[in-house]
C-alpha cells in the first residue's frame, strides 16, 4: 500500500527527472513541471514561478548548497544561461480558469568542467581552450574572481569597459581577454544587452589559462613555472627547477600534480631587448607530441 501511495504521489507532482551525458557533459531533463512547483537538477532546484499569456516562463534557479538565487525569463524554446548553469524552456502552457500554468520540459546543463578524452588532434585543441570557470556579471553588481572585484563600467550590445580592483580596463568585444594580478587571462565570452532603457546588461567571463611573461614565474597549481627559452615560434619552460624540451602552440608538459598543461600562443619580436610570453591553459585533454 505504501509503495502504491508512493508511486501515487509521484506521478501527481508529474516531474520525471533524467540525467543525459553528451561528451562528457550531464544535463538534467525535467518534465511537466507547474508554477510553484520545485524540482531538483544536481546541485540546483528549479522552481516555475510564473508563465505569461504570451509563453515566457519565470523560472528561479537556487544553488542547495550556497542558497544562491537568480530568476530568468525564458521564452518558450528557449534558453537563458544563468550563473549556475544554462537553462533551455520547451513547450509551456499558460494558466485557464481550470488548471495551472504548467512547463512540459526544462533542460539544465549545470556549468561544469569536464575531462574529455579526444582521439583526434584539431577536436583536443579545442577542447584544450575550454574555461575552467565561467562567470556571469550584471550590470550593476560586482563579483569576485580569485580576490580580484570586478564590475561593468559600460556595456551597449557589442562592447564592454569593467572595472578590476577599481581600475578601468580597454573597452572590450567578444572573445578579448585580459590579465588579472595573479597572471590568470580572463576573456570575455558573451556580452548581452537591449537597446531597450531600463535594460540589464550583463556579460559572461571565462577564465582561460595564465600569461607568462619572460622573465617572470608564475605559480600554477602550485608549481613554479618561468621562461628558460623563448623565439617567435618555441619555448623551453622551467617547471620547479626542471627543464621542458622546446615546445611549440599546443604541445603539452606535465605538473607535479598529474595535471596536463597546454602552451597557448607563443608571442616574441624578433628585436633585440624585446620581452616575450606565451600563454599557458589546463588542458581538459592532451594529444601527445614527439
Not at 504521489?9 to 562528457?24: D, K, N, P, Q, T
Not at 559600460?154 to 578590476?164: E, G, P, Q, R
Not at 627547477?241 to 607563443?266: C, H, M, R, S
Amino acid at each position: 500500500m505504501k509503495n502504491k501511495n508512493l508511486i501515487f504521489g509521484m506521478l501527481l507532482v508529474g516531474v520525471l527527472m533524467i540525467s543525459l551525458v553528451s561528451a562528457g557533459i550531464t544535463s538534467y531533463a525535467i518534465t511537466d513541471l507547474k508554477t510553484g512547483r520545485t524540482a531538483v537538477a544536481g546541485d540546483v532546484n528549479v522552481k516555475i514561478l510564473d508563465v505569461s499569456r504570451s509563453g515566457v516562463a519565470s523560472v528561479q534557479v537556487t544553488n542547495t548548497q550556497t542558497g544562491a538565487t537568480e530568476r530568468v525569463a525564458v521564452t518558450e524554446g528557449g534558453t537563458a544561461l544563468t550563473k549556475f548553469g544554462e537553462v533551455s524552456v520547451g513547450a509551456v502552457t499558460p494558466s485557464s480558469l481550470f488548471r495551472k500554468a504548467n512547463v512540459e520540459s526544462i533542460t539544465v546543463t549545470p556549468t561544469t568542467t569536464q575531462i574529455v578524452t579526444s582521439q583526434d588532434a584539431e577536436e583536443c585543441s579545442n577542447n584544450c581552450q575550454a574555461f575552467t570557470e565561467r562567470y556571469r556579471l550584471d550590470e550593476g553588481e560586482t563579483i569576485n574572481i580569485q580576490g580580484n572585484i570586478i564590475g561593468i563600467d559600460f556595456i551597449d550590445a557589442d562592447s564592454v569597459k569593467l572595472n578590476v580592483n577599481g581600475q578601468p580596463t580597454e573597452l572590450f568585444s567578444e572573445n578579448q581577454w585580459f590579465e588579472l594580478s595573479n597572471s590568470q587571462i580572463v576573456e570575455v565570452e558573451d556580452i548581452h544587452r537591449l537597446e531597450v532603457g531600463g535594460q540589464i546588461g550583463w556579460v559572461v567571463l571565462g577564465l582561460k589559462g595564465y600569461k607568462l611573461d619572460e622573465g617572470e614565474t608564475i605559480t600554477l597549481q602550485g608549481n613554479s613555472v618561468s621562461i628558460d627559452f623563448i623565439d617567435a615560434d618555441e619555448v623551453r619552460l622551467d617547471v620547479n627547477n626542471q627543464l621542458t624540451n622546446l615546445l611549440i602552440k599546443d604541445n603539452t608538459f606535465e605538473l607535479n600534480n598529474n595535471q596536463i598543461a597546454v602552451v597557448g600562443k607563443i608571442a616574441k619580436l624578433e628585436v633585440g631587448g624585446t620581452t616575450g610570453y606565451v600563454r599557458i591553459d589546463l588542458a581538459s585533454c592532451y594529444f601527445p607530441y614527439f
